[in-house]
C-alpha cells in the first residue's frame, strides 16, 4: 500500500469514528424531536400558542392524568383531578401537585407521554411545568399547571375514530447532577445563617 492509500484509510476511519461520537451524543435529542414532531411513541406535541382551531363540539374525549415517581425520589407527585371531559381544540387546563418531603432540596424533571400512543400527534401542550426542571424544598409542595388541546384532526383520522378516553401520564426523576450544586449552595447558606 503506498502512502496516499494509507493516508486516505486512516483520514476515513478518524472521520467514521469521530461521526460516530458526535451521532451518539446527537441521538437523544434528535430522537426526542423527532418524536415531539410526529407524536410517535405517545409523544405529546408542544405549541407556542392555541391557534384559531376549529372547535368540534359534538366529539368529546375524556382524559385521565397519571403520575409516577422514580425509585428514590422523595416526592409525593399526584394530580389534582383525575379526569377531565374536553371538546376538541378545545384548551384545557389541568394541576399537578408535588410535595418534598426529604430533609434537603430536591430538583426533579417530568417525562410525559399519552395513552393510546398513535393520538400523541394530536395531543398539543401549551404550557408545562414539564418544560422546566423543578426545585422543591425540603417540606415544600407546589401546584404545577398543564395547558394542552387535543388538535380536532384527530377526528378525521380512521385510525383514532374508536379513541374516547386518553391518559396523559408524568413520571418525575431526580436531577442528581443539579441536586448536588443545590445541595452545596443550601449547605452554605445553612452555615451563613448558622454564623449570624
Known sequence: ?????????????????FSMVVLS???????DL?????????????????????????????VLFN??????????FFPLQREKITNLGESTLAFYEARNYSDRPITGFATFNVV???IGKYFTKVDCFCFEEQTLNAGEKIEMPVSFYIDPKIAEDPS????KTVTLSYTFFENEKTNDQ?????IEESKENIKN
Not at 451524543?25 to 430522537?31: D, E, G, N, T, W
Not at 443545590?182 to 443550601?186: A, F, G, L, P, T
Request: hydrophobic content about 35%; glycine content about 6%.
Open 1 to 17: 500500500m503506498n502512502k496516499r492509500k494509507k493516508k486516505f484509510t486512516a483520514t476515513s476511519v478518524i472521520f467514521i469514528v
Open 25 to 31: 451524543f446527537a441521538s437523544v435529542p434528535l430522537y
Open 34 to 62: 423527532f418524536c415531539r414532531t410526529t407524536g410517535f411513541g405517545g409523544t405529546p406535541s408542544i405549541s407556542d400558542n392555541v391557534k384559531d382551531l376549529e372547535l368540534k363540539n359534538n366529539i368529546k374525549i375524556r
Open 67 to 76: 403520575a409516577d415517581t422514580a425509585k428514590g425520589l422523595e416526592w409525593k
Open 116 to 118: 393510546p400512543l398513535k
Open 160 to 163: 383514532t375514530k374508536e379513541v
Open 182 to 186: 443545590v445541595s452545596k449552595i443550601y
